[in-house]
């Protein structure tokens, strides 16, 4: 991910907007009707997130409240929790099941959140699409930010449910969102089990502190 003149705490900077970008991004598109491409979805809303980002009307407290509103309507966290926590989704019981993908969404939620103040006016460009072997279906977007060791390439990848396209994982310069949080959770949960990955996930969310990126 790194150029020849990037420095680690740019390169953090980078991946945390553009993560923030997926989330914001995902969870508007999937309004879209069903018979609209995953690409045209994508496609269709990436102005009127920049319009959101851009707004300076907004305070930054009312633009945290629309992104979280919009994530948790429109991202498929049910999959993306079994995504994440993989084999270890049956180690939980089902009331830990729930209590997981709630806690998990509100992490993401305020820790991401609050990387939208790091828009400066970067532009989202579709640079190609494919269908993948299991129905899914990956978008690829750069963010650009005025050179092209400076964009950023975030992979969408989407899932249909019930008609509505919707965003199970974001692939940011070519880490798998899910790959990165399953690797640390599941160190967290071989240490202490499904209890104990709760408890670190709401003293994170609660601190504001985020996973390794």
Do not use: C
Not at 24 to 40: F, H, M, N, T, W
Not at 73 to 92: C, G, I, K, M, P
Not at 161 to 182: C, H, P, T, Y
């Amino acid at each position: 991910m790194k150029s020849k003149t990037s420095t680690p705490s740019r390169d953090r900077r980078l991946v945390r907007l553009a993560i923030a970008f997926a989330f914001l991004l995902a969870g508007v598109g999937v309004r879209a009707a069903a018979q609209e491409s995953p690409r045209d979805v994508v496609q269709s809303t990436s102005d009127k997130v920049l319009a959101i980002l851009a707004d300076k009307g907004l305070s930054k407290e009312a633009r945290r409240d629309k992104v979280k509103e919009i994530v948790l309507q429109n991202v498929d966290f049910d999959t993306l929790s079994r995504l994440v926590l993989a084999r270890n989704w049956s180690q939980f019981s089902p009331q830990q099941q729930q209590e997981f993908e709630r806690e998990f969404q509100g992490h993401l939620a305020a820790t991401y959140g609050r990387r939208l103040d790091d828009y400066h006016n970067e532009k989202v460009a579709i640079v190609g699409d494919r269908k993948e072997p299991n129905g899914d279906w990956t978008v690829q977007t750069k963010i650009l930010r005025g050179g092209g060791s400076n964009d950023v390439a975030v992979d969408y990848r989407l899932r249909q449910s019930n008609g509505q396209w919707k965003m199970i994982d974001f692939i940011i310069e070519q880490v798998s969102l899910v790959a990165n949080f399953r690797s640390q959770f599941q160190e967290i949960v071989s240490s202490g089990g499904p209890e104990h990955l709760l408890q670190v996930l709401r003293e994170k969310t609660a601190k504001g502190e985020e996973f390794k990126s």
